[in-house]
């Protein structure tokens, strides 16, 4: 792409050379002949000039599109630079202080952390390190993989690897999430059927996007399609990921303020804190997940629309156009592990009060669980029963 600009740049020199020549010389033929051949001399040179300034401009602005990075792409990236890097850090310190505390719920709940952690780290690396020094360009460009004219292909391919590394982290605390949510739900719909390990299902669930990942890289490594391409692989994959988790996490909360509902009312205690828990992460889960697969969509449809009518996705993206999609994409994601953090923090701060308590009162019941008597157990008058994960 450097390349590319130099060569373009001695083309209209040459171009505007060429034409001052050709001026000269019929200026030259023009003062020996009639005032009429002077005057349509005048009008030739005219359009000559006027056809080599629009051509210094069309190159100015295919330069500015190349290379420009407006003073606003700075500024927003050093802003969710920053951010990210603020809620790395929170997330770093919350997950050092939840290891350090006894329970059931510490495993599940530092994996949250950890995984807020890795998302935030490679969103602060994808922002803070300036976009040139990724490719000469801020929007996205369409390079083949292994292209000797264009060496930027390898800064466009680590570009795009960071930013799918940082999608999957973040995609992966929700999964995290439903997982857990659906084990639980099982232990109560449907109690006799055999339950899995959900820490597997989760990480069975990851290895297959990342799968899907390897198989997007490996394409663009074999001149399937540009780094084009692979953005757009990766916005149908998101697109889908997004659908399924905003129906399951509809489906699932409702299931789950109904348990928590009934739990309430069989040990007589109330379960409003829960469910306005369950409720935050719905609305908010929701809430994001359907504006990225708004985003994803649109961005599809512009790119594949683009292509129909031009043939090629080189240039598709104008300034204005990709800084308002980028600004509305992780706005949503700065916001959205805002909240998780949270949302996690109170909730295991509430949890560890409870533990301190329950300690002090010599009560050996586990912290963050409530028991549901058994038909049986409950007709003889026993004590045990089914245990139920606060959240």
Same mark, same amino acid.
């Given at each position: 792409?450097?390349?590319?600009?130099?060569?373009?740049?001695?083309?209209?020199?040459?171009?505007?050379?060429?034409?001052?020549?050709?001026?000269?010389?019929?200026?030259?033929?023009?003062?020996?002949?009639?005032?009429?051949?002077?005057?349509?001399?005048?009008?030739?040179?005219?359009?000559?000039?006027?056809?080599?300034?629009?051509?210094?401009?069309?190159?100015?602005?295919?330069?500015?599109?190349?290379?420009?990075?407006?003073?606003?792409?700075?500024?927003?990236?050093?802003?969710?630079?920053?951010?990210?890097?603020?809620?790395?850090?929170?997330?770093?310190?919350?997950?050092?202080?939840?290891?350090?505390?006894?329970?059931?719920?510490?495993?599940?709940?530092?994996?949250?952390?950890?995984?807020?952690?890795?998302?935030?780290?490679?969103?602060?690396?994808?922002?803070?390190?300036?976009?040139?020094?990724?490719?000469?360009?801020?929007?996205?460009?369409?390079?083949?993989?292994?292209?000797?004219?264009?060496?930027?292909?390898?800064?466009?391919?680590?570009?795009?690897?960071?930013?799918?590394?940082?999608?999957?982290?973040?995609?992966?605390?929700?999964?995290?999430?439903?997982?857990?949510?659906?084990?639980?739900?099982?232990?109560?719909?449907?109690?006799?059927?055999?339950?899995?390990?959900?820490?597997?299902?989760?990480?069975?669930?990851?290895?297959?996007?990342?799968?899907?990942?390897?198989?997007?890289?490996?394409?663009?490594?074999?001149?399937?399609?540009?780094?084009?391409? =692979?953005?757009?692989?990766?916005?149908?994959?998101?697109?889908?990921?997004?659908?399924?988790?905003?129906?399951?996490?509809?489906?699932?909360?409702?299931?789950?303020?109904?348990?928590?509902?009934?739990?309430?009312?069989?040990?007589?205690?109330?379960?409003?804190?829960?469910?306005?828990?369950?409720?935050?992460?719905?609305?908010?889960?929701?809430?994001?997940?359907?504006?990225?697969?708004?985003?994803?969509?649109?961005?599809?449809?512009?790119?594949?629309?683009?292509?129909?009518?031009?043939?090629?996705?080189?240039?598709?993206?104008?300034?204005?156009?990709?800084?308002?999609?980028?600004?509305?994409?992780?706005?949503?994601?700065?916001?959205?592990?805002?909240?998780?953090?949270?949302?996690?923090?109170?909730?295991?701060?509430?949890?560890?009060?409870?533990?301190?308590?329950?300690?002090?009162?010599?009560?050996?019941?586990?912290?963050?669980?409530?028991?549901?008597?058994?038909?049986?157990?409950?007709?003889?008058?026993?004590?045990?029963?089914?245990?139920? =994960?606060?959240?």
């Amino acid at each position: 792409m450097r390349e590319f600009i130099p060569r373009l740049l001695e083309e209209v020199v040459n171009a505007t050379t060429t034409v001052d020549d050709d001026v000269v010389m019929g200026m030259g033929v023009g003062a020996n002949e009639t005032m009429e051949d002077a005057d349509d001399v005048t009008v030739t040179d005219i359009d000559i000039v006027a056809t080599v300034t629009d051509n210094i401009n069309t190159v100015t602005g295919t330069i500015a599109d190349v290379v420009g990075v407006t003073t606003l792409e700075r500024g927003m990236d050093l802003v969710f630079g920053l951010a990210f890097l603020i809620t790395a850090i929170f997330a770093a310190k919350r997950m050092a202080w939840t290891r350090q505390q006894a329970g059931a719920e510490t495993t599940v709940v530092t994996a949250f952390y950890s995984l807020i952690l890795v998302t935030s780290v490679f969103r602060s690396i994808w922002f803070l390190i300036p976009a040139t020094v990724w490719t000469p360009s801020y929007t996205p460009v369409a390079i083949l993989a292994w292209d000797k004219d264009h060496p930027a292909w390898l800064g466009a391919f680590m570009s795009e690897f960071v930013l799918t590394a940082g999608s999957l982290a973040l995609f992966s605390i929700f999964i995290l999430i439903l997982v857990y949510w659906a084990d639980i739900l099982k232990k109560y719909f449907h109690p006799a059927s055999r339950r899995s390990i959900p820490m597997v299902t989760f990480l069975g669930l990851v290895s297959l996007l990342v799968a899907l990942e390897i198989v997007n890289i490996t394409c663009f490594f074999c001149k399937l399609y540009t780094t084009e391409g =692979m953005i757009l692989f990766n916005s149908v994959l998101l697109a889908i990921v997004s659908i399924v988790c905003v129906c399951e996490i509809t489906i699932f909360s409702h299931r789950f303020r109904t348990v928590l509902k009934t739990l309430g009312a069989i040990n007589q205690v109330s379960t409003d804190s829960q469910v306005k828990r369950i409720v935050w992460i719905t609305v908010t889960g929701n809430l994001f997940f359907f504006t990225r697969a708004f985003l994803e969509a649109v961005f599809c449809g512009y790119l594949l629309l683009y292509w129909k009518e031009e043939h090629t996705v080189a240039r598709s993206f104008s300034h204005p156009w990709w800084d308002t999609y980028t600004a509305i994409k992780f706005f949503s994601e700065v916001t959205i592990l805002s909240l998780m953090l949270y949302i996690l923090q109170s909730r295991f701060a509430a949890a560890a009060g409870n533990n301190i308590s329950s300690n002090n009162s010599n009560n050996s019941r586990p912290t963050g669980y409530v028991n549901v008597p058994n038909t049986d157990e409950a007709a003889n008058g026993g004590g045990s029963g089914v245990q139920a =994960m606060d959240v």
